[in-house]
Structure formats: C-alpha cells, structure tokens
C-alpha cells in the first residue's frame, strides 16, 4: 500500500467517529496531498460544523489582533463588553520600538467596557467620551480605531457617525472598523473588513494629502512590506535583509508601523506581502488603483530566503540584483553552520503543522533544511487560493486538513505518531500531556525572531529544545499503555 493510499485509509478511520452528515462534511476537507497535484483539493473557507471543537478566531481578532492592532502608535478601542477586549489584550507578540503610552500604545487595552443599559440604550455616546478621554490621557496618539464588538452590530451603533464628528473635533483620523465577531465563518473576515476600512478610510484622505507639497522624494527602490506583524521580532532581520540588497521600506504595514507608514504606502514601487492571507485585499487595491505590483516572499529557513531574495531582486536593476546575490553568500557560512549544529539532531524528524496565516505552508522548508520532514499540514482559517499554493510545498502523502477538529487532530497525531507538533496554544497542553512534542507556532512559543537568516538560527535551536528534551523520556505516551 502506498503512503497516500494508507493516509487516505487513515482519514477514513478517523471520520467513522462522526455520525454519517457530520462525517459527510467533514470528508470535504480533508484530503492527501498526491504528487503532481497543483491543489490540494479540500473545501475551505466554510462554517464549522455545529458541536466539532474548532480552534478558529472571530472577525473581531482578525481586524483588531493581526491588521489594524500592530499600527503602535493609535488608539484601538476595543467597542463592547470588557471580555473580547480583554482575552485579546496583548494576544500577540507584535514588538514595537517607542515609549509605550506616550507615542505606541501597541500593549495597552482600552474597551468601552459594555453595560446592560448600553445595550438596551446605545453606546454612542460612551463611545463619544471614551474617544475624549484617550485624548486628555494620551494626547500624542496618531489617531483612533474602533473595532466593534458582536452587541454593537446588534444595536446597530452608529460607529461611522461618531467617527466622523471625533474626527474633526481631534483633528486626527478616527477609524470604524465593522468586525463584529459574529461575521463570517473565522478571524479572516476581520482581515478583509480591516483592509477595506484602510481603503475607504485612510488612502482617500492620504490621496489628497499627496496632492500637497509634501516634500517625499521617491526612488526607484521604494517598497512596502505588507502583512508582517513582526511576531517576536520578526519584521525587523527581513527589513535589514531587503535594506542589505538595496531596497528602501518607506512602510511596515502593520508589525512596528505607524499611521503615516499606513498612508505613505500608495508611494511605493512594489508591495511585498508576507501573509497573503491578511493583506492580499489591500495590495489587490493598490495595484488597481496605483498601479502598485505586489509578490509574496517566504524569508523561512536560507533555501527559501535565497529564492524570495532573487525574486525579488529580479523586479528590479542588475545593482539590487548582485547586491541580492552578494547577501545571500555573505550569509550562507552561517547558515550551513547552523546546519552543520542542528541537523545532526533533527534528520529524518517527522512534523504535523496547524496554524493560521501563511505559516502551514511558508514554513516548511525551514524544516527541510533542517533534514525534517512534514507529514501534515493544514490551516485554521485558508481559502482555496491558500491550498493551491500550498501544492507547491508539500510532498506525496502529506495529509492535509482544513479547520481540523481536536478529534481528527488527536487522531491522525495518534496514527502518524509525529516527532513535533507545530500548532496553536489551544493544542499545546493536550498534545504535551500525549508525550508529544510541541511548539506554539503563532507566537514562536514566546521566542523568536524566526524570519530571515539571524532568524533561522533561533527556528533551529527551537526546534531542537523542543525534540530533543529529556523531559520526553521521563512521559508516558498514553495510547500506547
């Protein structure tokens, strides 16, 4: 029996625990990967099924946690009751350069803290004066957002009116952000309702702020990096890199940006998209619009990190082009050190992958230069579009699973018996207490950076903690008593 032959074998085993229209659904998206394939063929983007554990986000964690909450130096106003605000305070590790609380604000949680009688009345107007009071406290902010919680789509706030009135009353940009949990099927509706507030908000005043003599002098090598959140650190070593090969970055947007990046990104001569997943709506816009290109790069591991390097050094002239090779050979002695340390450690590893964004597919071939092999990946919140590029990372008889439940998860990491499991913190404890090993894969389980060359090193030493621990001997793989 051939490896894709047993794995579909085994997906079938696992869906039998469900009852027969469950099972039907589910079966849709699941799927192994065959060789050749330019898709890996699984539903995606579809409402979980009723009473199956799924480890999605809402709407409300996609536009106020990854897109808008990383710009460090506005308000984001968490607009409903205290919990959402709360449980998404600090959530993720987006570092920041500044003084917290007088010019970023990246940490802080600020919520108009829903009451009954603001359900029942309205929260405009405590809207209205939380807005004030974020002024009188903190008067050196670059603006406001406003991410609206699931009772204010209910109530039907009128977030937009008091965003215009405190808008001219501050004269900063206060921004409704319309991401009420209850929308869409995930977190990644929240992306693109934050993207289009950018568009219909920020970029037509920016236009015609443009228009004014601002003193911008634009150069062939001016270029944004888009849907970087710099989780742990991570926007900063692949900035330095596009800096090394000659590249200007006039916007980070989001991880480590400001408003005014925001604004300043339709200057750009290309956008360079990290998370397609998130911002792939904003640099659509901008290219119809401005005429901006835009092209994903993947900086996980130095085989992948060379070849975005090239491609992107081939959009531009012969100097950023040697300037590209020139880097990557700088770098390379250190990178096949760290291989010669870690891989030793880690060859013939096996891995599953569950996470959000780009990561089920971006980071595989850090693996792979590391002689580990992933035998499974899939993502919380994908479209189609993120199967069919994932086809081009995956091997014959990877498993793939969209929006896998806890139950398939367990099971197929029971079967497979993995040697590192790369997920979410919702998985972490479970997969522990099953003596397996994990990383927390969506903020570099409180390390990082893991972008770019310096952040391989840290990606290889990680992974070699993770696996290599003594701790493993002293547990007990429960299915196996």
């Known amino acids: 029996m051939s490896i894709v032959e047993r794995n579909q074998e085994l997906i079938k085993e696992v869906l039998e625990a469900y009852?027969?229209?469950?099972?039907?659904?589910?079966?849709?998206?699941?799927?192994?990967?065959?060789?050749?394939?330019?898709?890996?063929?699984?539903?995606?983007?579809?409402?979980?099924?009723?009473?199956?554990?799924?480890?999605?986000?809402?709407?409300?964690a996609g536009a106020k946690g990854v897109v808008w909450g990383p710009v460090k130096d506005m308000i984001h106003l968490s607009h409903g009751p205290v919990g959402c605000g709360y449980y998404s305070w600090a959530g993720r590790r987006n570092y920041y350069t500044g003084t917290t609380g007088v010019d970023t604000f990246g940490t802080m949680q600020f919520t108009s803290d829903f009451?009954?009688?603001?359900?029942?009345?309205?929260?405009d107007k405590k809207l209205d004066k939380l807005i004030d009071e974020v002024e009188t406290l903190f008067p050196l902010n670059n603006g406001?957002?406003?991410?609206?919680?699931?009772?204010?789509?209910l109530i039907g706030d009128d977030i937009e009116g008091v965003a215009r009135k405190k808008g001219k009353e501050t004269g900063k940009p206060v921004i409704p952000v319309r991401c009420e949990g209850f929308r869409g099927v995930s977190q990644s509706l929240g992306h693109h309702i934050a993207n289009d507030t950018v568009r219909d908000w920020v970029f037509p005043k920016a236009d015609e702020y443009r228009k004014t003599e601002d003193g911008f002098e634009s150069t062939p090598y001016d270029v944004n990096i888009i849907g970087d959140y710099n989780i742990g650190g991570d926007g900063w070593p692949s900035r330095l890199l596009l800096e090394a090969i000659g590249l200007r970055v006039i916007s980070q947007f989001s991880g480590d940006g400001t408003f005014?990046?925001?604004?300043?990104?339709?200057?750009?001569?290309?956008?360079?998209?990290?998370?397609?997943?998130?911002?792939?709506?904003?640099?659509?816009?901008m290219e119809e619009t401005y005429g901006i290109p835009w092209m994903e790069y993947n900086l996980f591991g130095p085989t992948q990190i060379a070849k975005s390097l090239r491609n992107i050094a081939a959009q531009f002239d012969e100097t950023i082009q040697e300037n590209a090779e020139r880097v990557?050979?700088?770098?390379?002695?250190?990178?096949?050190?760290?291989?010669?340390?870690?891989?030793?450690?880690?060859?013939g590893k096996t891995v599953m992958i569950m996470v959000g964004g780009l990561r089920p597919r971006h980071i595989i071939p850090a693996f792979e230069d590391l002689g580990m092999d992933v035998i499974g990946t899939g993502y919380e919140f994908g479209h189609n579009d993120d199967y069919k590029r994932t086809a081009d990372?995956?091997?014959?008889?990877?498993?793939?699973?969209?929006?896998?439940?806890?139950?398939?998860?367990?099971?197929?990491?029971k079967k497979l018996n993995p040697?590192?499991?790369?997920?979410?913190?919702?998985?972490?404890?479970v997969f522990q207490k099953m003596a397996l090993p994990f990383r927390q894969m969506h903020s570099w389980d409180y390390s990082g950076p893991y972008h770019a060359y310096h952040g391989f090193a840290v990606f290889a030493r990680d992974m070699d903690l993770a696996i290599n621990n003594p701790t493993w001997s002293l547990i007990e793989n429960p299915w196996k008593n």
Not at 144 to 153: N, R
Not at 261 to 277: D, G, S
Not at 332 to 345: C, G, N
Not at 419 to 427: C, F, Q, S, T, V
């Open 19 to 60: 009852p027969e229209k469950a099972e039907k659904r589910r079966s849709k998206h699941l799927n192994v990967q065959e060789e050749g394939k330019s898709d890996c063929d699984v539903k995606s983007n579809k409402k979980s099924v009723p009473g199956v554990m799924t480890t999605r986000g809402c709407s409300f």
């Open 115 to 123: 009451q009954e009688k603001d359900i029942v009345f309205g929260g």
């Open 144 to 153: 406001t957002t406003i991410e609206s919680e699931c009772p204010v789509g």
């Open 260 to 285: 005014n990046e925001v604004t300043m990104a339709p200057l750009a001569k290309m956008n360079l998209i990290h998370c397609y997943r998130s911002m792939n709506y904003i640099c659509r816009h």
């Open 328 to 347: 990557i050979a700088q770098y390379q002695a250190d990178m096949d050190a760290v291989i010669a340390e870690y891989r030793p450690r880690l060859e």
């Open 393 to 413: 990372y995956v091997k014959d008889g990877t498993i793939i699973y969209d929006d896998v439940s806890g139950h398939e998860f367990e099971e197929f990491a």
């Open 419 to 429: 040697d590192l499991i790369a997920a979410g913190i919702k998985e972490k404890y």
